[in-house]
């Protein structure tokens, strides 16, 4: 039965990805349906999937959207993108690398998860006034907040997910994250410039094309507009309700531990490493980063359990930086993502699964490499 239960939860989970990258239906409505025939199948108790949900991230995610509302239903964010923009209005490659490095850095110390949410809508408000296309901006700004984020213990929630399980510390995290999300995020953003170059380029040489406009002294709206709150995107909540469900599915089955046990099979140290570094990079494209990090926390703690000489140390930073840049390939690959691709929907505004990977795939190849080598260094080196 076990082994009925496994077969079984690995067919709805794929199914229901499959779905979801169709795009046909709505994402909150194809996750609900998943963890709906997990419970019909008797795979998981109702008590059982209500524990899979971290409500902490959902209370988390709830409070920022109620504060975005709130600040665009008063036109701060209009009016900080109108002082932007004016001020590099002929510059528009200057703001593109500006607007990525502020997310970077700005999830150094804010969870990128609130980052995102205020980046997004102040981004969209400032391509209404430059002529930037939104979509390659954000997704850039995405990609940065996921990997600077990683250097701290509160930047990212997959570095918090796994510090709780294994008994990382803050200064831990910094000093062995910091200098691998750095440079793979150098990385990352050369061969992102390379790829969206000729459109930022293009309005750099044209700034007449520039729609400027001062803000009209009605743009502040007002507190009035507190109504906007009941525009919460709840369906994001759900949505994320739904994926916790899912992951936690495979973990309740023993997927994690059945790969546990095929990893440990793996003789060579730093195959091992590359391994779990790769693995969780793949992973992570799939599902969002947040539960499988924990995933992943277990999958280690099962692999010390059966195979006690592993490299325990540097598989925890393998797999966080592979989790760290793995999740920047699809939009569901980290809660950053979801966000982002959430309040672009709302805007009417499409990118697509395949559009997504077109744009981050590539930087994301180039930085996994590196990364790599970096992890590779750090354990000849005897680093971790």
């Not at 799939?286 to 926390?297: C, F, G, R």
Request: aromatic share 10%.
């Amino acid at each position: 039965m076990p082994q009925f239960h496994l077969i079984l939860t690995l067919i709805i989970f794929i199914a229901t990805y499959i779905w979801l990258a169709t795009e046909k239906t709505p994402r909150h409505l194809v996750v609900l349906c998943g963890s709906t025939a997990l419970l019909l199948a008797r795979i998981l108790t109702f008590r059982e999937a209500f524990a899979l949900v971290n409500w902490n991230t959902l209370a988390l995610l709830l409070g920022m959207f109620v504060l975005v509302e709130t600040l665009s239903g008063v036109g701060i964010f209009e009016r900080i993108a109108l002082g932007l923009a004016q001020r590099l209005e002929t510059r528009p490659m200057v703001l593109f690398f500006a607007l990525c490095a502020a997310a970077g850095l700005l999830s150094m110390v804010v969870n990128n998860i609130t980052v995102m949410i205020f980046m997004t809508s102040l981004t969209l408000q400032i391509c209404q006034h430059v002529p930037l296309a939104p979509v390659p901006l954000i997704t850039g700004e995405v990609c940065c907040a996921n990997m600077l984020g990683a250097a701290t213990l509160i930047g990212a929630p997959p570095n918090l997910m796994m510090a709780e399980n294994l008994g990382i510390g803050f200064k831990r995290v910094a000093i062995h994250m910091g200098p691998l999300v750095t440079l793979s995020t150098l990385m990352f953003m050369t061969v992102y410039y390379f790829q969206n170059r000729s459109h930022y380029l293009a309005s750099d040489r044209n700034p007449q094309a520039l729609c400027m406009s001062r803000p009209p002294k009605s743009s502040f709206r007002g507190w009035k507009q507190l109504s906007l709150l009941l525009e919460v995107d709840f369906e994001t909540l759900i949505f994320f309700m739904g994926l916790f469900v899912l992951v936690g599915a495979l973990d309740h089955v023993g997927f994690f531990q059945m790969l546990a046990h095929r990893l440990a099979v793996v003789q060579n140290p730093v195959g091992l490493i590359w391994g779990t570094l790769w693995l969780s990079a793949t992973m992570s494209a799939l599902v969002d980063n947040i539960p499988m990090a924990l995933a992943m926390a277990y999958l280690i703690k099962n692999l010390t359990a059966v195979s006690p000489g592993s490299p325990t140390g540097i598989l925890v930073w393998a797999t966080l930086i592979g989790l760290t840049l793995g999740g920047n390939m699809t939009p569901i690959g980290a809660s950053p993502n979801v966000v982002a691709y959430s309040v672009l929907e709302k805007q009417k505004v499409r990118i697509g699964w395949i559009r997504w990977a077109r744009l981050t795939v590539p930087g994301t190849l180039a930085a996994l490499l590196t990364a790599s080598l970096l992890v590779w260094a750090k354990f000849r080196l005897g680093w971790y």
